[in-house]
């Protein structure tokens, strides 16, 4: 019959490439798990890249919300009175020397008289930095 392949040949030729395509499938199957892996370790680093990220921004609010606290502690509780505010606006006007015997007891700080029981750091003007210091422990051990 003149066809030239027996059914021999034809399952001979099956084998051959059955026998060639085994160490490609290997080598598919082994890119394939290297990518794989290669694929698993990129997403882990994403992770942990955002994880960080998340946790560096979380402490930077945590920072801005104990400063707002801090800020907000300091107007409620040393924003002056009314009568600081007028002594204040009373300090800072042009051309007006304090004739009244209230504001006088205000700025004469030498007329102030300092108990002997008293134990805090004493102070002279004009200040100087040790008095200032002075003043800073002595807040410091809440004299």
Known sequence: MGCGLRKSEVQQKKCDRVSLSVPAIRAALLIQRWYRQYVARLEIRRRCTWNIFQSIEYAGQQDQIKLYSFFGFLMDHFTPASSERNL????????????DVEWERYFCYKSIDVPDSYTGPHLTFPMTFCGVSKLVEAFKHKQ
């Open 88 to 99: 204040i606006s009373h300090i800072f006007r042009e051309n007006e020397i304090c004739r």
